[in-house]
T-cell receptor
């Protein structure tokens, strides 16, 4: 069974600190997706990682993918309150279930002033 | 593009009543997904369609749930009869056939009393 596991599930951190969220998955995949969900809102696509070694950065967030280790990381640099949200990683299910993403449990990030 | 449109945004009903949730995907998208999100179970895929055809409904919790997609621009998720444990946020998402990034609608917050 394909599993996508995030660690930690909840993270409370001070503004200005750095931290990393981990996403492990149990099947071979060369692609991985990160989403952000603000409280009470919908999910928004954050990063699309399409190959081994892919790195994407936007502002204080940087995501990377290691397909051999089946691991993606979402690194937060000098956190600010606006980054408080829940972050989901997702991996595509192999054929024949093409198009279907399997989501992790989500990591809720709380940035305190 | 207006993005994925869902209606209603909020629904409060009594146990035993029929509930119909509606979704309009992004124009040109071939895939449509229905998700349910709760604190206890996280984000669950209920069913998804490709070119209006249901591909995988294994996530539909029971026979009380049904989904249809009569054309490329409209889908419904129906619960009949509704129960309090159906209370959740229901998201609709769509994607293009050759891209896996899913675009989520704003969600319908359902409360069954």
């Amino acid at each position: 069974e394909l599993k996508v596991e995030q660690n930690p599930l909840f993270l409370s951190m001070q503004e200005g600190k750095n931290y990393t969220i981990y996403c492990n998955y149990s099947t071979t995949s060369d692609r991985l997706y990160w989403y952000r969900q603000d409280p009470g809102k919908s999910l928004e696509s954050l990063f699309v990682l399409l190959s081994n070694g892919a790195v994407k950065q936007e502002g204080r967030l940087m995501a990377s993918l290691d397909t051999k280790a089946r691991l993606s990381t979402l690194h937060i640099t000098a956190a600010v309150h606006d980054l408080s949200a829940t972050y989901f990683c997702a991996v595509p299910r192999p054929p024949p279930n093409t198009g279907k993403l399997i989501f992790g449990q989500g990591t809720t990030l709380q940035v305190k002033p | 593009d207006a993005g994925v449109i869902q209606s209603p945004r909020h629904e409060v009903t009594e146990m035993g009543q029929e509930v119909t949730l509606r979704c309009k995907p992004i124009s040109g998208h071939d895939y449509l997904f229905w998700y349910r999100q709760t604190m206890m179970r996280g984000l669950e895929l209920l069913i998804y369609f490709n070119n209006n055809v249901p591909i995988d409904d294994s996530g539909m919790p029971e026979d009380r749930f049904s989904a249809k997609m009569p054309n490329a621009s409209f889908s419904t998720l129906k619960i009949q009869p509704s129960e309090p444990r159906d209370s959740a946020v229901y998201f609709c998402a769509s994607s293009l056939y050759n891209q896996e990034t899913q675009y989520f609608g704003p969600g319908t917050r359902l409360l069954v009393l």
